[in-house]
């Protein structure tokens, strides 16, 4: 019987857990695209840091694979994905800092700093892990500029 009610009771668990998450997500299509793209920069950005700090062996094809990636993934206009009203304070569902929308401009500027970090990032991928840990610099730079100034911290 207690087998049971544990087993019930883990259950009851996670429906509790997934509802939680699903609530939290945002409903807007434009912040679920715009975090879509996100990830799929972070599942791409993960396996060229991971070659790059040694924690998996470095694979040219694989690291070229995953550059080449991000460099269409910098291609994609991303304008319908950031309309006014999506910020962090509007819908607490995502991290965008309501100053996105006060300084465009640098916005632009610091994505274009992504479109030309991951073309580095597409030049060195391939050669070795040595020219892979040099472009990480510039593509954890470019990154890192943006988060710093327009995304909030995790809570």
């Not at 997500?25 to 715009?34: G, H, L």
């Not at 607490?92 to 916005?107: G, H, Q, T, Y």
């Given at each position: 019987?207690?087998?049971?009610?544990?087993?019930?009771?883990?259950?009851?668990?996670?429906?509790?857990?997934?509802?939680?998450?699903?609530?939290?997500?945002?409903?807007?299509?434009?912040?679920?695209?715009?975090?879509?793209?996100?990830?799929?920069?972070?599942?791409?950005?993960?396996?060229?840091?991971?070659?790059?700090?040694?924690?998996?062996?470095?694979?040219a094809?694989?690291?070229?694979?995953?550059?080449?990636?991000?460099?269409?993934?910098?291609?994609?206009?991303?304008?319908?994905?950031?309309?006014?009203?999506?910020?962090?304070?509007?819908?607490?569902?995502?991290?965008?800092?309501?100053?996105?929308?006060?300084?465009?401009?640098?916005?632009?500027?610091?994505?274009q700093?992504?479109v030309?970090?991951?073309?580095?990032?597409?030049?060195?991928?391939?050669?070795?892990?040595?020219?892979?840990?040099?472009?990480?610099?510039?593509?954890?730079?470019?990154?890192?500029?943006?988060?710093?100034?327009?995304?909030?911290?995790?809570?």
């Open positions: 019987m207690i087998k049971k009610f544990s087993i019930v009771a883990a259950g009851l668990m996670s429906v509790a857990l997934i509802g939680a998450a699903i609530a939290h997500e945002s409903q807007n299509p434009a912040v679920k695209a715009r975090t879509s793209i996100m990830q799929l920069y972070a599942f791409n950005i993960g396996t060229l840091g991971g070659m790059a700090k040694g924690e998996m062996e470095y694979d094809e694989a690291a070229t694979r995953a550059a080449n990636n991000l460099v269409v993934l910098t291609q994609i206009d991303q304008s319908a994905m950031w309309p006014a009203g999506t910020d962090n304070v509007a819908d607490p569902s995502n991290r965008a800092l309501p100053a996105i929308w006060e300084n465009f401009p640098d916005v632009g500027a610091k994505g700093a992504m030309d970090a991951a073309a580095v990032m597409q030049a060195a991928a391939g050669q070795d892990v040595e020219a892979l840990k040099g472009a990480m610099k510039g593509l954890g730079g470019a990154c890192s500029a943006c988060h710093k100034a327009y995304r909030a911290p995790k809570n």
